[in-house]
């Protein structure tokens, strides 16, 4: 199993750009999962997904959209970076909530100037 | 809403001492505990967690944990630290819906030789 990938690794945005960030698991996981970390900050949940077809905000989810079609697949989508949105974004996914362990992906360092 | 506070953002600490890396949690029900460990440029990975049962936890990589319900803590210890520990440690709870992790700020393990 490859687990949680996310691709690209690395991205430089400019101002008002859009891009999407790719997360794919193999593990037939129901939930799924974006958040972002900055320094000294933790991480803030972005959105997450507890079946194809429902998503559901977190505690940051404004500038991002994030759809879930397929069980593997749950891309998240910046519509005008600013830089503010300057940070590590990582996916991650579950069999279910509350006391199963979430597996992450390596992350995407994202850079908007 | 549960929370949980991780009372050290840094700890340095010499090779082959013992570490313990704090962690509180503010919860009016019952509780699952975690934590992960993010070794540099990787995404988190679990550590350990209490679900029920025994208070002390082992983890992987000679960890373990201590819940302790009168204090609200969920202490993380190792007696003997190597160099390959140094990495980021979080500490998280579930939210009461049990759909999302929320996670604290995080404690900066640095082993020196």
């Known amino acids: 199993n490859a687990g949680v990938t996310q691709t690209p690794k690395f991205r430089i945005l400019k101002i008002g750009q859009s891009m999407t960030l790719q997360c794919t698991q193999d593990?037939?996981?129901?939930?799924m999962y974006w958040y972002r970390q900055d320094p000294g900050m933790g991480l803030k949940l972005i959105y997450y997904?507890?079946?194809?077809?429902?998503?559901d905000k977190g505690e940051v989810p404004n500038g991002y959209n994030v759809s879930r079609s397929t069980t593997e697949d749950f891309p998240l989508r910046l519509e005008l970076a600013a830089p503010s949105q300057t940070s590590v974004y990582f996916c991650?996914?579950?069999?279910?909530?509350?006391?199963?362990?979430?597996?992450f992906g390596p992350g995407t360092r994202l850079t908007v100037t | 809403a549960q929370s949980v506070t991780q009372l050290d953002s840094q700890v340095p600490v010499f090779e082959e001492a013992p570490v313990e890396l704090r962690c509180n949690y503010s919860?009016?029900?019952?509780?699952?505990l975690f934590w992960y460990v993010q070794y540099p440029n990787q995404g988190l990975q679990l550590l350990l967690k209490?679900?029920?049962?025994?208070?002390l936890v082992k983890g992987i990589n000679g960890f373990e944990a201590e819940f302790n319900k009168s204090q609200t803590s969920f202490h993380l210890r190792k007696p003997s630290v190597h160099i390959s520990d140094t990495a980021e440690y979080f500490c998280?709870?579930?939210?009461?819906?049990?759909?999302?992790?929320?996670f604290g700020g995080g404690t900066r393990l640095m082993v020196k030789p």
């Open positions: 593990m037939n996981h129901n939930y």
């Open positions: 991650a996914s579950s069999y279910d909530g509350g006391g199963y362990e979430q597996y």
């Open positions: 998280a709870v579930p939210n009461n819906a049990g759909n999302m992790l929320t």
């Open positions: 919860s009016s029900v019952s509780v699952y």
């Open positions: 997904s507890v079946g194809a077809g429902i998503t």
């Open positions: 209490y679900l029920s049962g025994s208070t």
